[in-house]
């Protein structure tokens, strides 16, 4: 099956630094990928839509400047958090669609990123 | 994305059906029903997905109503593994593919 990668797994940083989580598809291209958070006990909530190639889609309320999202190849999406201060720790998430299914019947999702800022 | 009403949370004994019921009573005729499932510390991973028809796959069963107004997703004998949060997801074919998660069902499996 399709495996989409996550990297880091889990990181620590301090409040003000910048933190970039990588998404990549690795036995599949894909044109779109999307990012999630989940904060603790909570559902998921999408947080933008990562176009190769073209500017990322922000869901309401998500500030791009804060959340940097770069999708330079099709197996590559990262998303940047810019200046990370405490209430951003969470649980990140991201998936992809195989490029060229007209109706992806599946979205395959990576197995996440736990960012916590001190 | 129409939205979908689940149960907060579900008990099953191991090794016994589970019966996750997803309300939809918004859905239009372009909508596909997906369910995904969470494991603890983990992304979500694909279970079923269907229009109308009721289907069938190695890891579970959707039941969907004659009226589609809400669904069904069976597993056949739950296992210890199976204890995670279920979603039911509304899916238009003509979308960009995103995806918007609900609450979700939290299922735990009793041994």
């Known amino acids: 099956g399709a495996v989409v990668s996550q990297h880091p797994s889990r990181v620590i940083c301090k409040s003000g630094t910048s933190v970039k989580i990588e998404c990549r598809s690795l036995?599949?291209?894909?044109?779109?990928m999307f990012w999630y958070r989940q904060f603790p006990k909570k559902s998921l909530m999408l947080m933008a839509t990562?176009?190769?190639?073209?500017?990322?889609?922000?869901e309401q309320g998500v500030e791009k400047d804060k959340f940097l999202i770069n999708h330079a190849s099709l197996t590559l999406s990262t998303l940047t958090v810019t200046s990370a201060h405490p209430e951003d720790s969470s649980f990140y998430i991201c998936s992809a669609n195989p490029t060229g299914r007209i109706l992806p019947e599946t979205q395959y999702f990576g197995p996440g990123t736990r960012l916590l800022v001190l | 994305d129409a939205k979908t009403t689940q149960p907060n949370s579900m008990e099953s004994n191991e090794e016994e059906p589970v019966h996750l019921p997803c309300n939809h009573s918004t859905i239009s005729g372009t909508d596909y029903i997906h369910w995904y499932r969470q494991l603890p510390s983990q992304g979500p991973e694909y279970v079923i997905h269907?229009?109308?028809s009721n289907v069938n796959n190695r890891m579970a069963s959707l039941a969907i109503a004659e009226d589609r107004k809400s669904s069904t997703l069976i597993l056949h004998r739950a296992t210890l593994r199976d204890a995670a949060v279920y979603y039911c997801i509304l899916r238009d074919s003509s979308n960009t593919g995103k995806l918007i998660f609900g609450q979700g069902t939290t299922l735990q499996v009793k041994p």
């Open positions: 269907g229009l109308t």
């Open positions: 036995d599949f291209q894909a044109t779109t």
């Open positions: 990562s176009n190769e190639g073209s500017k990322a889609t922000y």
